[in-house]
């Protein structure tokens, strides 16, 4: 893959968006300020396709940029009449490479310094209004039966409950993830945390917003870069 330098991804960011239109142009510049990599969102197992796709919807509307999928026993499958094009606007990472891909998403999230959070109706370590997110926050959902691994509850820093009072058991994997993420979205954006992008985080995210909208923009970076 072409690696460019910032300047690079300037240069073809600009050029790029000569072939979309003013109210796109508008559309990213007003949302690029709105999001954030404090908070992320990552998934472990997740087998149904409908759950999956709203999870991703989710982070887009409230900002969040990247969303983590492990992959140890079921593959992650997007249904787009769900998930409404929202993965062109976040950034997937998937693990899928190893024999516990739980283990290397954690390892992956500590090394860019966040705090695991798993989420368990099963624990009562801290509610979901007790959350402390000075810290960059990496929010765990297991699959839809049978919750979080162990290793995923075992190794994670901080448990946490969504508080409930009825009769079921827990909320759904995609109820869960949005409750949280409007929960956390808010609380952050009236902290004093800065939680925005870098300027170099905003040029890539834009770039590949970008290259989601221009059908030739591969072309178009081969034409620019063409020994990078």
């Known amino acids: 893959m072409r690696k460019l330098s910032v300047e690079q991804k300037q240069i073809l960011l600009d050029k790029l968006l000569?072939?979309?239109?003013?109210?796109?142009?508008a559309l990213f510049n007003q949302n690029i300020k709105n999001r954030t990599r404090h908070l992320t969102v990552v998934i472990e197992d997740i087998f149904q396709s409908h759950n999956a796709s709203a999870v991703?919807?989710?982070?887009?509307?409230?900002?969040?940029?990247?969303?983590?999928?492990?992959?140890?026993?079921?593959?992650?499958?997007?249904?787009?009449?769900?998930?409404?094009?929202?993965?062109?606007?976040?950034?997937?990472h998937k693990y899928n490479s190893f024999e516990n891909n739980t283990a290397a998403a954690f390892e992956k999230l500590r090394e860019e310094g966040y705090q695991i959070v798993a989420t368990t109706p099963h624990k009562d370590d801290i509610m979901l209004d007790e959350l402390d997110i000075n810290k960059k926050t990496a929010i765990v959902f297991g699959t839809e039966l049978e919750g979080l691994s162990d290793f995923a509850i075992d190794n994670a820093d901080i448990r946490m409950?969504?508080?409930?009072?009825?009769?079921?058991?827990?909320?759904?994997i995609s109820v869960s993830a949005a409750l949280?993420?409007?929960h956390l979205s808010e609380k952050l954006r009236k902290s004093d945390?800065?939680?925005?992008?870098?300027?170099?985080?905003?040029?890539?995210?834009?770039?590949?917003w970008a290259k989601s909208v221009v059908k030739s923009s591969e072309q178009i970076e081969n034409l620019l870069f063409p020994h990078s």
Not at 18 to 25: L, R, T
Not at 161 to 172: D, H, V
Not at 193 to 208: C, P
């Open 180 to 182: 949280s993420m409007h």
């Open 193 to 208: 945390i800065d939680w925005s992008l870098s300027k170099e985080e905003k040029i890539e995210v834009l770039l590949n």
């Open 18 to 25: 000569e072939s979309i239109s003013d109210h796109k142009q």
């Open 56 to 92: 991703l919807r989710s982070a887009d509307c409230f900002g969040i940029q990247d969303v983590h999928i492990i992959e140890n026993r079921n593959e992650y499958n997007i249904n787009p009449d769900v998930a409404l094009g929202s993965s062109k606007w976040i950034q997937l």
């Open 161 to 172: 409950k969504i508080p409930m009072y009825g009769f079921t058991e827990s909320f759904n």
